[in-house]
């Protein structure tokens, strides 16, 4: 147990702009895969899709960018809201792009790996009929549903290799029963707007969708199977924020269920600049879905953070002004660290007698600067300082270490960078021992 209840940060990404979050367990580990809303955009200017992870629920990993549209030959814009599935040992990948042709359509990437690399499966869509967001369930009876529409909703049964399907495209009914209604547009009755997300939970099926427009809340229907009756439960979460649009995402995960969307929360967000935040919530015992206020906060941390193994510099609640790239390494590293940005690791598990020493993998072709280690802020108690010199160039790595004294107990912990002007350093990995 956390000596004390530590909170999440929203949005759970800083270093760039989130959307549309599917999250997806694998080995005990929660991952969100995302949508990238580009720096600056001002209309949807996506093209590729990032995947963060997790086993804390407050420090999260970053793992670079699996899938991009380059990844299609056959697409030239649009890498809009996709869903990974796991299925005999493979991942697969649903994603809504802009075939070349100019109509929307459903494409399938493929890996080995959770984190990919993911490869475009079968060279052009799966289905095609101008309409977005895929979200795919995987029956008790073994049968693979695959669910998309805006402004429709469509599904079709997917076959046991997940790249192709059998029968036809099934149009859902959209009835007021199903689905409410919406005031104002007799060519939408029903409040269905996109971002079907599809799940079934102790014998009932959930159907969680952005509805409205513009702005979007998230509703959701129910069902006794995955392909209804529906019958509409109601407002999940209300319209808010910077941001017009919204997406869910739900799964239970460590015995807590949660609930990811995206806002415009971020400096300079807006509509086309997001970032996906997430909520703990408890159903009902009727099974049913409270309505969920999106905060700052988060929720809680699920379990401390080991200082004593190697942690990956880019696993972190904030990260301020800093960014990530590709490592040379491997894996990822947090990078364009300038004068006064920081990084805060939530729940830190130092123990009573503490921390003596601390080690950083790290480069740089800068002038190089200094690592303030700090618990409980940015300001907070300084317990080591670390010196990074140049080692030449960017992707030349070094182990620097420095003493630690006073780091005990469970603490949120603070990288405190600090130098001349420009990038300092880039930052791989750390340890404390």
């Not at 229907?221 to 919204?246: D, E, Q, R």
């Not at 301020?320 to 729940?347: L, P, W």
Request: aromatic share 12%.
């Amino acid at each position: 147990m956390l000596a004390s209840v530590a909170k999440a940060d929203n949005p759970i990404v800083q270093a760039i702009y989130t959307t549309d979050p599917a999250p997806v367990i694998v080995d005990d580990r929660l991952y969100v895969f995302t949508g990238h809303d580009e720096d600056g955009a001002t209309t949807y200017d996506m093209r590729d899709w990032h995947v963060y992870s997790t086993t804390d629920m407050a420090n999260w990993q970053d793992h670079g960018s699996p899938l991009s549209l380059e990844d299609f030959s056959w697409a030239d814009a649009n890498a809009w809201a996709g869903q990974v599935v796991e299925r005999n040992g493979k991942f697969y990948y649903y994603v809504p792009v802009r075939h070349n042709t100019g109509a929307m359509a459903i494409g399938v990437a493929v890996a080995d790996d959770i984190l990919g690399p993911y490869k475009d499966a079968i060279g052009g869509p799966l289905v095609e009929n101008n309409e977005i967001d895929p979200s795919v369930w995987i029956d008790s009876d073994g049968q693979a549903y695959l669910y998309w529409g805006n402004p429709n909703l469509s599904y079709v049964k997917l076959n046991e290799d997940m790249l192709t399907y059998s029968g036809d495209v099934v149009n859902v009914e959209l009835t007021t029963d199903g689905f409410g209604s919406r005031d104002g547009n007799p060519d939408r009755p029903t409040t269905f707007e996109e971002g079907p997300w599809i799940y079934e939970r102790d014998g009932t099926y959930y159907l969680v969708y952005a509805a409205n427009c513009c702005s979007e809340d998230i509703r959701y229907s129910t069902g006794p199977s995955i392909t209804g009756p529906w019958t509409y439960k109601g407002v999940i979460m209300p319209a808010g924020g910077k941001s017009f649009t919204n997406h869910p995402g739900v799964i239970d995960y460590k015995d807590r269920s949660y609930f990811f969307y995206h806002t415009g929360a971020l400096p300079n967000g807006s509509g086309y600049q997001r970032s996906v935040a997430v909520e703990s919530f408890e159903y009902g015992s009727d099974g049913s879905i409270p309505e969920i206020a999106m905060t700052d906060d988060g929720p809680e941390q699920v379990e401390e953070l080991d200082p004593y193994t190697q942690q990956e510099a880019e696993t972190m609640a904030w990260g301020q002004g800093v960014k990530t790239e590709t490592c040379s390494e491997g894996g990822m590293a947090v990078s364009f660290i300038e004068n006064g940005d920081y990084i805060k690791v939530r729940g830190v598990a130092f123990g009573d007698e503490g921390a003596s020493s601390f080690s950083a993998r790290v480069s740089s072709g800068g002038s190089g600067g200094d690592i303030e280690i700090r618990l409980g802020g940015t300001d907070g108690t300084l317990v080591g300082t670390c010196s990074v010199s140049s080692t030449g160039d960017w992707s030349t790595w070094e182990t620097v270490e420095c003493d630690v004294d006073g780091a005990t107990g469970t603490q949120d912990l603070y990288f405190v960078f600090t130098g001349g002007s420009g990038s300092l350093f880039n930052f791989n990995w750390w340890q404390f021992s």
